[in-house]
C-alpha cells in the first residue's frame, strides 16, 4: 500500500470484534494495520479481499463473531487475531423466535418537522400525487402480452409524439391470469397485487385493460366496477375500459392493435392535460430497496439511506421498506420501533405467515444470501439483516402492510410492506402500496429499473460508482473514503430526490429505459 491508500478497516461498533477490509482489491497477507484504524498494529494472516471480515483478536472455537454489536455467527474453529474471517468458519445463528419480543419499547429521537420542501407532482383526482405522467395498460393474463407489447410500440412511435406532456405508454405484463387456483385463499395477493398498481399515483387515474376474454382472471374481478377513480364520462358503474381480444369484432391481428389505439387516445389526451404543480414533499411515497449487496451495503449507503428515511418521515411524507427475509434475523428491532403493541403484532403477523410460508416450500432462511453476497464480504443472512435494516432509518413504524395491500391517504411515516426479498417482486409489491420514487442501493451492481417509476440507484463503493458511472446515481462509498459523511451524503440524497420527483433531474435507469419485468407473488396453488 502507498501512502495515497493506507490500509484501512471499518468496525461498526466498538464491542465487535471484526472489521472489514475497505481497501479496493482488498490487503495481502503480512499487510500491517497502521494506527488510526481498528486492529492498529495487526498484521494480517491471509489475504483478506475488499469488505470481508478480519479478526481484531483471538476468536476461540465455538466464540461468537460480533458485528453490528451482535452475533453473526459462532467459529467453527480456533480464529487468530489477523485471520480472514468467512462464512466457511461460522455456524450461523438460530433466528429469534417471534414469542417474548419487545413491543414497542424504543421511543424514537424526536426532531422538528422539516417545513417548506416541495417537488412539482402531478395531482391525482383521489388526491395522490404522481412523480411521472404515464398511460399504464393493464393486462390480465399472460396470453395477452405479446399484443400488447406491438401495440405499446405503435403508440410510442405513432401517437406519443401527439402528446408531449405524457411521460411513457407501458404494459402491465405479468404471468398470472389463467391455470391458476384463482379462488384459493392466496390467490388474493397476486390479484390485489395487480389491481392496486394499476391504481399507482404514477398512472394519474386513468385505468384502461386488455384481456383474452376466457381467463379466469376477468376485468369485472380484477377491477370491480366502483373500485377505483374514474376520470371519463362513463360513471362509476361502467367498471375499467377493456379491449378484448376474442371479440367478434376483432378480425386480424390488426385489428386488435387498431382497437388498442384508439381506446389509447382519449386515456392520453387526458394526461397530455395534466401539468405538474408545487406539493409539499409530504406527497412522496418512497419505497426503499438493497440488491446486490455486499459487506458496503450495512456501511454507507443503507446508513446514508437510513438519514434521509428520516428527513423524509420529518418533511411529512412516507417511507417503505421490505424484504421479509433480509428483516427476519433482526424482528426485534422491528417489533421495538413499532408505534404501538397493534403495528408490533402486524410485523409479527407478517414475518410468521412468511416463516410458514417457507416451511410450506423446505426452503431454508439461508438461502438468502447469494453468492454474490458473499463474494462481496457478507457471510450469512443474520450479518446481511443487520445492513438491510439500517436504510429503514430511525423513526417508529406507524403501519404495516400485507402483500400486495395499498397505502390509504391516512397511513404516513415509516411503513413496513411484507414482501419477499426478491428485487423484483419486492419492487413490484411496493409499485402496488403506491410508491411513486424508488431508492435502490447495490454494492456488487445491478441494472435493476422500473417502468413505472423512478429508480434512483446508489452505490455503496466508490470502485463500483466509478466503474458504473453511467448506471449509479449516487456514490455513497465516499462515505468509506473518509470525503463525505452519512448525514452530507443523505441530505444529497434527499435533495436529488425532490429533483428527480420534480422531473428536473432523470435516473441513469430512466436515460437507458432499463425496465424490469413485475413479478407477482403468488403463493396460492397452480392448477
Known sequence: ??????????????????????????????????????????????????????????????????????????????????????????????????????????????HAPLEGYTFEGYRNADGSVGTRNILAITTTVQC????????????????????????????????????????????????????????????????MVVSLGCEKLQPNRLLPPGSFPIVDERGADAGPETVCLQDDAHVGFMSMLDDILQTAKPHLARLNARRRETVPAAELIVGVQCGGSDAFSGVTANPAVGFCADLLVRAGATVMFSEN??????????????????????????????????????????????????AGGLSNIAEKAMGSIIKSGSSAISHVLSPGEKLRRDQRGLVYAATPASDFICGTLQLAAGMNLHIFTTGRGTPYGLAECPVVKVATRTDLARRWHDLMDINAGRIADGEATIEE???????????????????????????????????????
Not at 454489536?69 to 438460530?94: D, K
Not at 402486524?346 to 439461508?366: C, H, K, P, Q, T
Open 144 to 207: 395477452v402480452a405479446g399484443v400488447v407489447a406491438q401495440a405499446v410500440a405503435r403508440i410510442k412511435a405513432e401517437l406519443l409524439p401527439l402528446y408531449p406532456n405524457v411521460d411513457d405508454v407501458i404494459g402491465l405484463e405479468h404471468s398470472y391470469g389463467c391455470g391458476v387456483a384463482i379462488d384459493a385463499p392466496d390467490a388474493i395477493i397476486p390479484i390485489r397485487t395487480l389491481k392496486h398498481i394499476s391504481l399507482n399515483p404514477n398512472f394519474g387515474g386513468e385505468v
Open 1 to 110: 500500500m502507498n501512502a495515497v491508500n493506507p490500509p484501512l478497516t471499518l468496525r461498526m461498533r466498538d464491542e465487535d470484534n471484526v472489521a472489514i477490509v475497505a481497501n479496493d482489491g482488498g490487503l495481502p497477507a503480512g499487510t500491517v494495520l497502521p494506527a488510526g484504524v481498528p486492529g492498529a498494529g495487526l498484521v494480517l494472516r491471509d489475504k483478506v479481499p475488499q469488505g470481508h471480515k478480519v479478526a481484531l483478536v483471538d476468536i476461540p472455537e465455538g466464540g461468537v463473531v460480533l458485528r453490528y454489536a451482535v452475533p453473526i455467527g459462532y467459529a467453527l474453529q480456533a480464529i487468530p487475531a489477523g485471520s480472514w474471517v468467512h462464512e466457511r468458519l461460522l455456524q450461523m445463528p438460530s433466528a429469534r423466535a417471534l414469542e417474548g419480543l419487545p413491543i414497542a419499547t424504543v421511543k424514537p429521537p424526536v
Open 489 to 527: 451524503t443523505g441530505w444529497a440524497m434527499f435533495q436529488f430526490l425532490l429533483d428527480v420527483a420534480s422531473g428536473r433531474k432523470k435516473t441513469w435507469a430512466e436515460h437507458w429505459k432499463l425496465h424490469n419485468a413485475l413479478v407477482l407473488f403468488n403463493p396460492a396453488p397452480v392448477t
Open 325 to 374: 427475509t433480509e428483516v427476519r434475523d433482526a424482528v426485534e428491532q422491528l417489533t421495538s420501533r413499532a408505534a404501538n403493541d397493534e403495528v408490533a403484532q402486524a410485523i409479527i403477523r407478517e414475518l410468521g405467515w412468511y416463516d410458514r410460508y417457507l416451511d410450506r416450500g423446505r426452503v431454508d432462511r439461508a438461502a438468502n444470501t447469494t453468492p454474490g453476497n458473499k
